[in-house]
């Protein structure tokens, strides 16, 4: 059982979801020879071949228009978007299509497509290449969005989005493509889409996030530990559905919640959380919900961009102040 | 100035019968024997008579906004009769002769423009697409299906119908492009109707044919008489041959003329003269084609009138089946979302179930 | 001062300001001739040329697109998108340029354009022209996301949105185009951009919401009122700016709090208000927050349509839930 | 069959110098007299100075990815010196040739490729636009600044530069559509490089020639040499008189090369042969001006190292400036969003601020 980054992860299951299964095909710009910007698709053209891997024009729109056509045939393309800052293009497709086409149908045509593209700020790129624009997805009934945060969560969950039988987005975190190392084993085993991951337990006080930030997150933790206060974090990872019981759960225990995203506050799906406590967890609540988020700016280019980040010091700034409460 | 002409290009348009139905030179073999005329004939008087019930239900409240397609009957016969039964059909909303002719029942159109979901789920054609409303829009989907059927090496190609207006749309281009380079089994058919709601077709696009946008994606484009039924057919089939031979994505503009307003909800009087219209009453393809089944001694004025009692007796059965269809029961509303009813979603779907008696 | 209904509120905004100001442009697909889809243009080619009044091709990326070079170069250009379900391919444009023109060139370039588009269910329209997709546009900073639910607040609305230096996307409620009249003063008063507006006060829970389903809180309002509770209403019209010290106020006061809006549930902007309540308005709440919206589906066609809409007895049924609480 | 010919087209190549900078026939007025094309010459170094420099600022970290124009030099030289002042440049984040021509300074472009948005807050032209990360996605502004100038009536132009890839995108269609129907003061250039990171021209179109995307909307089309600055020069200034003269948009594709990697995050050899890229050093457009103006009499090796030793010198300077410019202070992310700072963002500004010391 190897080590392996989480863009390795995520090219070790694509490799093996084409392996299991000959209706899977990849396509997008540079997904072929060169492997994909990011290498999440190295060595799949040699592997599989032409017909499998396919390398697209630069054309975002209809890069996710060809995979609906592709899924109502029976395939199951997986699409490759370079970078967040181009899928915005693809909304038309996703919302108005891929997201009813079985509905549309009453189930006669359906859409099991993959649409992968990193997110997030965090490593120096250019302009538009940083943003965290889950929030303008997770609106759009009939889709699932889910974004990993780690190796294994990245390999299980990638499978079990190319597996499902209807539309999913598929985040990957820019920042923790090559950030750190997980014993993963390539054993084809998918993770559920319906369901939060406890990384950490703790009674004091929740803190639910997703994306690269769950590393602030766990090290926020670890340094409340070591001040004895007992922290439990929470991967979302699958926004929609979301599974709102593991949160209510454990707010339950706690009565103290700390939520944090790199995407801008207002408007952002750690509101959906909140609202979650404000409505069914409201009695659980023993202080005010806090959310750790990227501003409501445009995030800065790279001289600025830390301090945009959701920052462990923030996030302990948020907990003490849970903490005061009752 | 020293510089080399480095490519040329050129647009045909094609015709067969003129506008009094007149035939300008010989037929294509389908079309040698007249009698062999008269399906298409009575698929154009089908959607006819269904476009007008269609229109009469909408104006008593028993049908939602609807696109009707008078004059612009010959386009969706010409080219679905020119389809084989596995060719997949992508269709637009005003391409209800080309869905009638592949099998889509009169009462799956009523359902569809009735506001159920149901008609949409077409017994006979199961490949094919559902219409489009989003212009332009499906044209990407033709592309993924024509990529599907080129991968598994099927000889079948695929038909999208978009109107004038969609050629100005990313999509539409993007979707061509896509087609050009992977040589995909896809013709995609212009049916150029002059207008896009109010806006003329000179006002859509400074080309001086549609057809010469297949000249930006490398792929042949070409012209026919939209009115002309012989002339869709001839072509479309050639085009069709052609993709499913392995030759690739071609274009074709189909120049027809829109009769009716827009749809059921535009006054077409707020930005065109009459005075056009009837002009172009004369070219009308239903006309066309039956003067010359009549020259032909393969049309009678009795024929016609069965032709037109039958086509009124099928619609109107049609629609007393669409009126006597129930309603799906609310849960259908979340029944077709996912495969699988996500938990979160349980209670939201008991909600409204419940609230049926309460609410609406 | 004559009665208006919304749609003719807004066609005597978009006169108003072009009278006032030449820099103001319309463009749009048959926003000439034909006076938009929905007549909000009427009249205004006549009346101020076809330099000022622009019929576009059929393509809403570039009529998003040229908006931004018109702004840009100091006009303001009004540009109409047909429905909302034709709005989603301009968000690329809107998110990657129109919102942060400003920010990218520090202030040297800037983008004051509105974009108008109809939202929406309840007039039995055709497929992808029923949708609420005001939550796909709320987490993208640097934009201002407004949707008046009166013939008076959609006249005051436009017109600062208009005269706003900065982008605008303005919705429509479509089911509120004919619904109703009201007087209005033809006077060029803008209303604020930065405010809720409270539409009937009251002691006893806070309804709040926007777009069309104002009309059945404001009905529920009146269902309790006969029964001796006291609604207050808030009309939230501009979203993103969020007024949410108005909120906040109100449900101190109230304790309870019904938020309300037609687009689904998860991801709704909703959540963001309840976020707001669960945050620093948590201490007032006597009672879980409500969210009575759309269902997490897809608008059903016409003939289910009337079952997806929050009706009057759904908001009863839920403040009535708040106020067995406490 | 009864067909006519309705349409034809061609598309012409022009080049005054061949690769070894022989004139193959007169050259236009403005290259009369060889002394004239020596700022040129100065440009196209200042260019590939400015790159090298750049790209040895990313390898040593201080620098973003940066995308690098070698071999491109003339197209963006050409065609900017073929613009007026208050003509306006839409450029793509390849073209520092054409900005530094036009005023941007290599002060600012070292900011913007350092991550400070102040390297877009051009002293220089105030017009034109920052450049185009989003792959053709400044079409559509370069057309809406057409339109704006042509509604002022005002003799000005745009030149908005994309790449091979962008003319696969919709909304470089969409824009130039519109360019055409309006007849709008643009001309979009093509800087044709022969790829789109790994993807080669072929790959991205059928179309024989990217030029021929021009006959889609109705609009001229043509190839010019990129790599002979004065056929650039030529043909994008008549493309531009014809613009401002009211006579409507034009497309020009630009026959160039990417020596370079894509950007400093590529490495061209997983998909290029390294054989290619020095068949096409052959034809790059430094030396071959080079190689005119010496056998004119109008260069030497003095001059050479005269004009390398002060490109070298002035951006030595510029990149010492850069490095010596302190980073915007954290205030900056909010105080350039909007005009006035909504007041329910003052507390985020603060919170931003605060959290200065304890960050990062
Ligand atoms: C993307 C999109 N934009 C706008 C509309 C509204 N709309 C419906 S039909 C139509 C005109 C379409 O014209 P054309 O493509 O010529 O088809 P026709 O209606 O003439 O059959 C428009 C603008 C739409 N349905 N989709
Ligand atoms: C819309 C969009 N999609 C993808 C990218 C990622 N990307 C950056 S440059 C590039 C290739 C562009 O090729 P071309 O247009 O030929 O310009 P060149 O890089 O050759 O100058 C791609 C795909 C992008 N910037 N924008
Ligand atoms: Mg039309
Ligand atoms: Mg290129």
Redesign the pocket.
């Known amino acids: 059982m190897a080590d392996a980054t989480l863009v390795e992860a995520i090219n070790l299951a694509l490799a093996r979801a084409m392996q299991d299964d000959p209706r899977v095909l990849i396509l997008g710009a540079d997904v072929g020879k060169d492997g994909g910007v990011f290498r999440a698709t190295d060595g799949l053209l040699a592997r599989f071949g032409p017909e499998r891997v396919l390398d697209t024009p630069l054309a975002e729109v209809a890069i996710a228009g060809v995979s609906i056509g592709l899924a109502a045939q029976g395939f199951r393309p997986v699409a490759e978007i370079q970078f967040m800052g181009f899928a915005y293009a693809t909304i038309d497709q996703l919302l108005n299509h891929a997201a009813r086409l079985r509905t549309r149908t009453r189930g006669r045509l359906t859409c099991p497509m993959v649409l992968r593209t990193p997110c997030g700020a965090g490593i120096r790129a250019p302009e538009h290449h940083s943003e965290s624009g889950e929030a303008c997805f997770t609106n759009i009934p009939g889709l699932r969005i889910v974004i990993p945060s780690s190796p294994q969560r990245a390999y299980g969950l990638l499978l079990a989005a190319i597996r499902d039988p209807d539309p999913v987005v598929f985040l990957e975190p820019t920042r923790l493509y090559r950030a750190f190392r997980e014993p993963l084993a390539d054993d084809g085993k998918a993770l559920p889409l319906d369901r939060c991951f406890t990384l950490r337990e703790g009674g004091d006080v929740t803190l639910v996030g997703w994306s690269a930030v769950m590393r602030e997150m766990l090290a926020a933790a670890e340094r409340l530990a070591a001040e004895g206060i007992e922290a439990e974090v929470i991967d979302v990872a699958t926004l929609v559905p979301l599974d709102a019981e593991t949160i209510l759960a454990s707010v339950a225990k706690t009565g103290r919640c700390v939520i944090c995203h790199e995407a801008p506050l207002t408007g952002g799906f750690g509101a959906e959380i909140a609202a979650q406590l404000a409505g069914p967890g409201l009695l659980s609540l023993l202080a005010p919900v806090e959310r750790v988020t990227g501003y409501d700016t445009i995030v800065p280019l790279a001289r600025l961009e830390q301090h945009y980040l959701p920052s462990v010091d923030r996030i302990l700034a948020a907990v003490r102040r849970t903490l005061r409460h009752g | 100035m020293p510089t080399d002409r480095v490519a040329q290009f050129s647009i045909e348009f094609t015709r067969y019968l003129d506008p009094d139905g007149n035939p300008l030179g010989p037929l294509p073999a389908f079309a040698a024997n007249p009698a062999d005329l008269v399906p298409l004939y009575r698929a154009m008087v089908l959607t006819r008579t269904f476009d007008a019930k269609a229109v009469a239900f909408q104006r008593t409240g028993r049908l939602g906004t609807f ?1 009707s397609s008078l004059g612009q009957e010959a386009v969706g016969v010409g080219a679905a009769s020119a389809m084989a039964t596995n060719d997949v059909l992508i269709p ?3 391409d209800q002769a080309a869905q009638l002719w592949r099998g889509v029942t009169p009462v799956e159109l009523f359902l569809y423009w009735g506001g159920d979901e149901r008609g949409s789920d077409f017994a006979g054609p199961r490949d094919d697409f559902p219409i489009s ?5 499906h044209v990407p989907h033709a592309a993924g299906v024509a990529l599907a059927l080129k991968l598994r090496q099927q000889s079948r190609a695929v038909l999208c119908i ?5 050629t100005s ?1 990313g999509d539409f281009y993007e979707a061509l492009n896509f087609a050009g380079v992977w040589r995909l089994p896809l013709v995609v058919l212009i ?1 150029n ?1 002059q ?3 109010s806006a003329p077709r000179a006002a859509q696009s400074a080309a001086e044919t549609l057809a010469q946008k297949a000249v930006a994606v490398g792929i042949p484009g070409e012209q026919v008489d939209g009115n002309d039924v012989i002339a869709v057919r001839e072509r479309v089939a050639r085009a069709l041959e052609r993709a499913r031979a392995g030759n690739g994505a071609s274009l074709i503009e189909a120049l027809t003329y ?1 009769l009716s307003d ?1 749809t059921t909800a535009d006054d077409a009087r707020r930005y065109r003269d009459d005075a056009e219209v009837s002009l172009h009453w004369h070219s009308e393809p239903v006309a066309r084609l039956r003067q010359y089944l009549v020259s032909q001694g393969a049309w009678s004025r009795d024929a016609e009138e069965h032709a037109l009692a039958s086509a009124t007796t099928e619609i109107d059965r049609a629609a007393e089946a669409y009126l006597a269809t129930p309603p799906q029961p609310i849960s259908a509303m979340f029944d077709h979302l996912f495969a699988e009813l996500p938990a979160s979603l349980t209670s939201q779907r008991a909600q409204a179930i419940g609230s049926e008696a309460g609410d609406g």
């Not at chain 2, 409303?133 to 829009?137: G, I």
């Not at chain 2, 978009?162 to 969609?166: F, L, N, P, R, S």
């Open positions: 696109a637009s909303f005003r409303v989003p212009v332009a829009s978009i109107g004038d207006g969609a749309k049916s109707n207008w896009a709601i829109r827009h």
